[in-house]
C-alpha cells in the first residue's frame, strides 16, 4: 500500500531534549516536506527536498533540521525543543514539486 | 482522533445538498490551486486541482471554479455525503520552484 508513515505518532517531552520525528515513503517520490499545523494557522511549511541532500527551508524553519540521506526517508531534528514547537506535524511527499502531496497520519508533540 | 478545526468557519449542510466552498487568495502571481480534505485524526488529502490558465475543472462530485480577476477560489461538492465532513484547505503556489501556500482551513459538517 502507498503510503507515509510517521512515527511517533504522539510524543511527549519536555523543553530542551532532543527529539527525531522519522517520515518515510514507499513511492519512491522525490519530493518531501514537513508541516507543522497549528488551530488558526493553518498548515505552515518547514522544510522541504527536492530529492537527496537537497534541502531547503519553508516558512517557519527556525528551531528545526531535516536530513535526505535516502530517497524514502525524511526525517525532523528538534534539537532543543521549546513549548512553542507544540504542534500537530505533517510529513508529506510528492513526485512533483509541492503538487498532490501525499500526507502522513500525523505527530502530535508536546514539549512541556 | 486529532481537533485540526478549533476555531474555524464552518459549513453547515444538508445530507444531499451541493455544498460551496470558498477560499480568496492574495498572490496575483499565483499560478496552480489545490484543494485538500483534512479528516478528523488524519492528514490532508488531496481532492482536486486547477491551473490558472482555467476558469473550471471538475472531478467526480467536485468541481473547482477560479476566478483570478477577484482572485477567489471555490470547491463544489455535489450530493453532499456525511462522508464529505471535513475541514476543507485551499492551497495556492506560483509554480516549481516557489513554496505552497495554505487557507486557514473550512469545516464543512453534514446534517442528516
Known amino acids: 500500500e502507498a503510503q507515509v508513515t510517521q512515527n511517533p505518532r504522539y510524543l511527549i517531552t519536555v523543553t530542551g531534549k532532543k527529539l527525531t520525528v522519522t517520515c518515510s515513503q514507499n513511492?519512491?517520490?522525490?519530493?518531501m516536506s514537513w508541516y507543522r499545523q497549528d488551530p488558526g494557522l493553518g498548515l505552515r511549511q518547514i522544510y522541504y527536498?527536492?530529492?537527496?541532500?537537497?534541502?531547503d527551508k519553508g516558512d517557519v524553519p527556525e528551531g528545526y533540521k531535516v536530513s535526505r540521506k535516502e530517497k524514502r526517508n525524511f526525517p525532523l531534528i528538534l534539537e532543543s525543543p521549546s513549548p512553542n514547537q507544540t504542534s500537530l506535524y505533517f510529513c508529506?511527499?510528492?513526485?512533483?514539486?509541492?503538487?498532490?502531496?501525499?500526507f502522513g497520519p500525523g505527530t502530535r508533540l508536546t514539549v512541556l | 482522533g486529532e481537533s485540526v478545526g478549533l476555531h474555524l468557519p464552518t459549513l453547515s449542510v444538508q445530507e444531499g445538498d451541493n455544498s460551496i466552498i470558498n477560499c480568496a487568495y492574495s498572490?496575483?502571481?499565483?499560478?496552480?490551486f489545490i484543494w485538500y480534505k483534512q479528516e478528523s485524526g488524519k492528514g490532508p488529502q488531496f481532492i482536486i486541482d486547477?491551473?490558472?490558465?482555467?476558469d473550471k475543472r471538475q472531478g467526480q462530485r467536485v468541481t473547482v471554479l477560479l476566478n483570478k480577476t477577484v482572485k477567489h477560489l471555490s470547491l463544489q461538492i455535489a450530493a453532499t455525503q456525511p462522508g464529505d465532513s471535513a475541514v476543507y484547505f485551499c492551497?495556492?503556489?506560483?509554480?516549481?520552484?516557489?513554496?505552497?501556500?495554505f487557507g486557514k482551513g473550512i469545516t464543512l459538517s453534514v446534517r442528516p
Open positions: 508529506a511527499s510528492s513526485t512533483d514539486f509541492l503538487f498532490r502531496q501525499f
Open positions: 513511492m519512491n517520490h522525490e519530493y
Open positions: 527536498s527536492m530529492n537527496v541532500e537537497v534541502t
Open positions: 498572490n496575483s502571481a499565483s499560478d496552480y
Open positions: 486547477i491551473r490558472s490558465n482555467m
Open positions: 492551497a495556492e503556489t506560483p509554480g516549481a520552484n516557489s513554496k505552497l501556500t
